[in-house]
């Protein structure tokens, strides 16, 4: 009974981190995409390696409490089994995310993410704008 209780609870496993991982990294690039600004490149890397800790450390869990159990277990003990390393991945995958939005916290304070400053950008969009307006008026009176 333990293989095919092994077999159910590494799909319903791999299903559920899969779905969290997709959502998670969706939010992630979200949060940071808007706290980074015109940065899209710099949100989708660290919302990237933000997703790909999550798939390590929420597999590797998974594979590791495939270790617990008895081979000689009943169909309930089977059931009753799964259950409870389901729980316990639900329960690691929390705290991932806490500790991935801490990590996140830690590196704002550090300035390794740093917001962008609106009224610096305006001025620079302002001033860029200004600079193609001329660049159009010279183009226009060379013809």
Do not use: C
């Not at 939010?27 to 710099?42: I, K, P």
């Not at 790909?52 to 450390?57: D, E, Q």
């Amino acid at each position: 009974m333990l293989p095919l209780s092994n077999a159910v609870y590494v799909g319903i496993s791999a299903y559920l981190i899969f779905i969290a991982g997709r959502q998670l990294h969706r939010s992630w690039w979200m949060m940071l995409s808007a706290h980074l600004g015109d940065r899209d490149q710099l949100a989708e890397s660290m919302a990237d390696q933000l997703m790909v800790r999550f798939y390590a450390l929420s597999g590797g869990f998974m594979f590791l409490a495939l270790a617990f159990g008895d081979a000689s277990v009943s169909a309930s003990e089977a059931v009753l089994l799964d259950g409870t390393r389901i729980g316990a991945l639900l329960i690691v995958m929390a705290i991932i995310q806490v500790v991935s939005l801490r990590s996140l916290v830690v590196y704002r304070d550090l300035d390794l993410i740093s917001p962008v400053d609106w009224k610096e950008r305006a001025d620079a969009r302002f001033l860029q704008a200004q600079r193609w307006e001329e660049r159009r008026w010279e183009i226009r009176n060379k013809s």
